[in-house]
């Protein structure tokens, strides 16, 4: 899933069409549009996230907050890089690495041994 489309299905299941969601945060309706459908990239602005996730009821540290958080990311990523499936799939645990959270030592030896490969 994309954070497009991650952000669509959470702005959807509380109710917000496009319009209600871009007046509350302040974005401009034709450029969400595209980030919603993966036309443009995510922002990569932290604040512009932390906006986005508390105009939906996401509090910071919960598994949504760090989903947003981490396809925001992989959106930026080379997609020479978001072909390897298997790359990929650990993208997550590097992410939350970086935020603070501590892998299992497993984790961190299975994301290594990709880095290394690829």
């Known amino acids: 899933m994309t954070f497009g489309e991650y952000i669509k299905k959470l702005r959807m299941g509380k109710g917000k069409t496009l319009r209600e969601f871009c007046r509350l945060n302040d974005i401009d309706p034709s450029n969400w549009s595209k980030i919603e459908r993966g036309i443009l990239p995510p922002?990569?602005?932290?604040?512009?996230?932390?906006?986005?996730?508390?105009?939906?009821?996401?509090y910071k540290g919960s598994d949504e907050w760090n989903t947003i958080f981490d396809l925001a990311a992989i959106g930026h990523i080379p997609r020479e890089i978001l072909s390897d499936e298997s790359l990929l799939e650990k993208l997550p645990i590097f992410f939350r690495t970086v935020h603070g959270e501590k892998p299992t030592r497993n984790e961190l030896d299975e994301l290594m041994k990709l880095i290394k490969e690829s």
């Open 43 to 58: 922002p990569k602005s932290k604040t512009v996230l932390e906006v986005i996730a508390k105009s939906l009821n996401i």
